[in-house]
């Protein structure tokens, strides 16, 4: 049974992804970008980081650090604690990473940081870790979490062959689970050709997943540590042709 804990709804929405490596954390930035652009008071949250970096001010998130950059926000120690409040450094499966350092992500604790960030803020977005179905524990994946938090759901995928299949089993385990999802952001991970291949797996996610479309993101090429350029954000905004649908959500809620 997934726990659910929404008595206090949040705003925002929770971008997870059909795998690990499908671009959330570009997909996470660029929405960040436009919404605070927009004059939104969005703010980015890793719940759960693998492969944590040590730096002298101790382990940090890296994708909440790309997030921060690309937006530039620069949250008090205090904040940034609650935006990533696991930080595992072996880079594997949250719940590998928990077993190795002794302690697995409390959704307890995870929802008490969004509760907090989300007094302070207008809107949150939560970025997942994995793909949908990432264990957190023994017990549960990562769709306990997304459940416990209660906001609307971003399914971010990959644009070539094999993207129909994985996506459509992803949206099926999030309404299974009663979760809404807003859309599918396809993002495009390696530089290639838009074939008739690419083409039809829009229309066939669209049809057979019965959501929309909400961007199709073009390869960031130009996006790097330092939270990307100006002429590759620029790009992603005009990729995202469902920001207005995402914008809507927000207004409503």
Partial sequence: MLESNVTDPLRGFFITGTDTGVGKTVVTAGLLRGLRARGIDAIPMKPVQTGALSTPDGLRAPDLEFCLSAAGI????????????????PACSPHLAGRLCGRYADIGWVRECARRLGRAHECLLVEGAGGVMAPLDDERTMLALMRAL??????????????????????????????????????????AARDFIIEDN????AQFGGLPVLGEV????????????????????????????????????
Avoid: Q
């Avoid at 829009?202 to 996610?205: S, V």
């Avoid at 905004?237 to 914008?247: K, N, P, Q, T």
């Fill in 74 to 89: 620069c949250p008090s120690p205090d904040e940034r604690a609650l935006m990533a409040p696991y930080l595992y450094e």
């Fill in 218 to 253: 073009r390869h960031m090429k130009r996006v790097a540590a330092g939270g990307g350029s100006t002429e590759a954000w620029r790009a992603f905004e005009s990729d995202m042709i469902g920001l207005r649908v995402i914008l809507n959500e927000l207004k409503d809620r």
């Fill in 150 to 191: 209660g906001l609307p759901v971003l399914l971010v995928a990959r644009a070539t062959l094999g993207t129909i299949n994985h996506t459509l089993l992803s949206l099926g385990a999030l309404r299974e689970t009663g979760l809404r999802v807003l859309g599918v952001v396809v993002n495009h991970v390696v530089e």
């Fill in 202 to 205: 829009l229309k066939a996610i």
